[in-house]
């Protein structure tokens, strides 16, 4: 009997651990959740804030990202102009890093408006595809337990879901 799925995520770690790949492990979807957060905040964030705020995004769906791999990509960031950062050093406490999002940062994060709607289209191609060679009608895209309700609904009003 074909398996249905109920999520977009998984729900257990031998789930995980049958198919790797759908963990949202996703690493080049990283920078623009770290840009999202950093324009959405418009001002600036150090890396454990963006860390505990990238796990309620769409990307992580409340799972806590590896913090190490979001500090590479906010470096690797830093080294193309996406972002900024300088310590901030107070009087009490411990310094942190602050990160901000540059002009080059925003304009990268616009270009990635765009690309994500052709990944989408691309995504569902492959559904397609994937689900010809198995001989199977495609199946309904699953609830994904992190969306938001009326976001999905007016995605589908305007054609876009």
């Known amino acids: 009997m074909e398996?249905?799925?109920?999520?977009?995520?998984?729900?257990?770690?031998e789930e995980l651990i049958e198919c790797a790949a759908l963990g949202k492990s996703l690493s080049r979807l990283s920078q623009p959740t770290i840009l999202t957060l950093l324009a959405?905040?418009?001002?600036?964030?150090?890396?454990?804030i963006i860390v505990q705020q990238a796990a309620n995004s769409p990307m992580f769906g409340g799972k806590k990202p590896d913090a190490t791999g979001i500090y590479r990509a906010l470096k690797r960031m830093?080294?193309?102009?996406?972002?900024?950062?300088?310590?901030?050093?107070?009087?009490?406490?411990?310094?942190?890093?602050?990160f901000e999002l540059t002009d080059k940062g925003r304009?990268?994060?616009?270009?990635?408006i765009d690309a994500l709607a052709c990944y989408k289209m691309t995504i569902e191609e492959l559904r397609v595809?994937?689900?010809?060679?198995?001989?199977?009608?495609?199946?309904?895209?699953p609830?994904?337990?992190h969306?938001?309700?009326?976001?999905?609904?007016?995605?589908?009003?305007?054609g876009l879901g």
């Open 3 to 13: 398996q249905m799925w109920s999520s977009c995520h998984p729900q257990t770690e």
């Open 143 to 145: 609830y994904c337990a």
């Open 129 to 141: 595809s994937a689900s010809t060679a198995l001989g199977i009608d495609v199946p309904p895209a």
């Open 78 to 98: 830093e080294e193309a102009g996406l972002v900024h950062s300088w310590w901030d050093t107070p009087s009490e406490g411990s310094a942190k890093r602050q």
């Open 40 to 48: 959405a905040n418009d001002k600036p964030m150090h890396g454990y």
């Open 147 to 158: 969306a938001k309700g009326d976001l999905n609904i007016e995605m589908n009003n305007r």
């Open 107 to 112: 304009q990268c994060l616009r270009r990635w």
